[in-house]
């Protein structure tokens, strides 16, 4: 099952144009964006605003992921304070992955930004949250806050933006985008075996886990013959014909 580790900013300092902080409004990117990674089958492991980069890194090697994808606004040099926009999607230019995924995101991000010409997918030696993760990386600078412009966009758009991110991501792992309207409760009805969850909506995927006849799960969406379900805190696809929605 891919699996992503979801580093939204800290940087409580960074103030945007017409109040708030990067820190906030990463951090609601991100909240917008949870329903949709679940109901795409991609799971997560998330910072805290508490946590820094560098403890974000170090979190993110810790464990095994497929992904590292960090979420932030830009902001320009004092000199040019409120002149800039755009999107700028950062990776490490070793990383195939890295610049992989960038250009992924670029590309979809270019779809729904004002001004399409000024997303990039841009190389980088100097971001600690591209260079020194473990896992494939992408930076975010999502745009800049401090241009009104752009930060009136990032404000008014972060349901939109967090599922063009996720669709992405989607496009990245080889998954269908499914789009999230709720989380309905459901039982597992295999006539007594265990019901396979998948980490692909297909039969020849990888057994993710395996959930006993009569358990309840969440249903957050549907590819076809497939749910996307969650379990035991784990987002996965199931054959639709052995679960039965609740009323």
Same mark, same amino acid.
């Given at each position: 099952?891919?699996?992503?580790?979801?580093?939204?900013?800290?940087?409580?300092?960074?103030?945007?144009?017409?109040?708030?902080? =990067?820190? &906030?409004?990463? %951090?609601?990117? !991100?909240?917008?964006?949870?329903?949709?990674?679940? #109901?795409?089958?991609?799971?997560?492991?998330?910072? @805290?605003?508490?946590? @820094?980069?560098? #403890?974000?890194?170090?979190? /993110? +090697?810790? $464990? %095994?992921?497929?992904?590292?994808?960090?979420?932030?606004?830009?902001?320009?040099?004092?000199?040019?304070?409120?002149?800039?926009?755009?999107?700028?999607?950062?990776?490490?230019?070793?990383?195939?992955?890295?610049?992989?995924?960038? &250009?992924?995101? !670029?590309?979809?991000?270019?779809?729904?930004?004002?001004?399409?010409?000024?997303?990039?997918?841009?190389? *980088?030696?100097?971001?600690?949250?591209?260079?020194? @993760?473990?896992?494939?990386?992408?930076?975010?600078?999502?745009?800049?806050?401090? %241009?009104?412009?752009?930060?009136?966009?990032?404000?008014?758009?972060?349901? =939109?933006?967090?599922?063009?991110?996720?669709?992405?991501? *989607?496009?990245?792992?080889?998954?269908?985008?499914?789009?999230?309207?709720?989380?309905?409760?459901?039982?597992?009805?295999? +006539? $007594? $075996?265990?019901? %396979?969850?998948? &980490?692909?909506?297909?039969?020849? /995927?990888?057994?993710?886990?395996?959930?006993? +006849? $009569? #358990?309840?799960?969440?249903?957050?969406?549907?590819?076809?013959?497939?749910?996307?379900?969650?379990?035991?805190?784990?987002?996965?696809?199931?054959? #639709?014909?052995?679960?039965?929605?609740?009323?």
């Amino acid at each position: 099952m891919p699996k992503i580790y979801l580093s939204p900013s800290t940087q409580e300092f960074n103030i945007y144009a017409g109040g708030g902080t =990067e820190e &906030e409004y990463m %951090n609601l990117l !991100a909240d917008f964006m949870e329903p949709y990674l679940l #109901s795409s089958g991609i799971n997560f492991v998330r910072n @805290t605003p508490e946590m @820094t980069a560098a #403890s974000s890194i170090r979190q /993110s +090697n810790e $464990g %095994n992921y497929d992904l590292h994808l960090a979420l932030h606004s830009n902001a320009a040099p004092e000199y040019l304070s409120g002149q800039l926009r755009g999107s700028d999607v950062y990776y490490y230019p070793r990383s195939v992955k890295g610049y992989e995924a960038a &250009e992924i995101i !670029a590309s979809n991000l270019r779809q729904i930004y004002p001004d399409p010409e000024l997303v990039n997918a841009v190389p *980088t030696t100097g971001i600690g949250e591209v260079k020194r @993760t473990k896992a494939p990386a992408v930076l975010v600078e999502v745009a800049y806050h401090d %241009n009104i412009s752009d930060e009136e966009w990032i404000k008014n758009n972060l349901g =939109e933006i967090a599922s063009n991110l996720v669709l992405s991501l *989607t496009q990245y792992f080889g998954l269908p985008f499914i789009p999230f309207t709720s989380a309905r409760p459901a039982v597992v009805k295999t +006539n $007594g $075996g265990n019901l %396979n969850i998948r &980490e692909y909506p297909s039969s020849d /995927s990888d057994i993710n886990s395996v959930v006993p +006849n $009569g #358990s309840e799960v969440a249903v957050l969406g549907q590819s076809g013959p497939w749910y996307s379900v969650y379990h035991n805190g784990t987002a996965g696809f199931a054959f #639709s014909e052995y679960i039965s929605l609740s009323l």
